[in-house]
Nanobody
Framework: QVQLAESGGGLVQAAGSLRLSCAAS????????MGWYRQAPGKQRELVAS???????HYAASVKGRFTISRDNAKNSVYLQMNSLKPEDTAVYYC???????????????WGKGTLVTVSS
């Protein structure tokens, strides 16, 4: 069993900051890419940011320069520092990770249950 658990969501005013955390637990051999996605009401889920096991990052154009993704491989964790938040950043944020379980030779994508971020104007 592998689980991802997010934390850090909440209500914040525009221009404020939040930090999301996500920790993977279970029978994990290795974690490849990790990322954050979000889904706003009535919209499709979209990639916000991703990071490889070597630390290479990718950001959606809408968050570049405001959000920073990082990871701690020793803790099987990924983080999203969100600054200069805008009302349009309001969404449920999901953690995603490509994980190879102990004893397996292939990786699968796992998802957290999501954490709500609400940005008020």
């Amino acid at each position: 069993q592998v689980q991802l658990a997010e934390s850090g969501g909440g209500l914040v005013q525009a221009a404020g900051s939040l930090r999301l955390s996500c920790a993977a637990s279970g029978s994990i051999s290795s974690i490849n890419n990790m990322g954050w996605y979000r889904q706003a009401p009535g919209k499709q889920r979209e990639l916000v940011a991703s990071i490889t096991s070597f630390g290479s990052t990718h950001y959606a154009a809408s968050v570049k320069g405001r959000f920073t993704i990082s990871r701690d491989n020793a803790k099987n964790s990924v983080y999203l520092q969100m600054n200069s938040l805008k009302p349009e950043d309001t969404a449920v944020y999901y953690c995603q990770a490509s994980i190879t379980r102990t004893g397996r030779l292939y990786s699968l994508d796992y998802w957290g249950k999501g954490t709500l971020v609400t940005v008020s104007s």
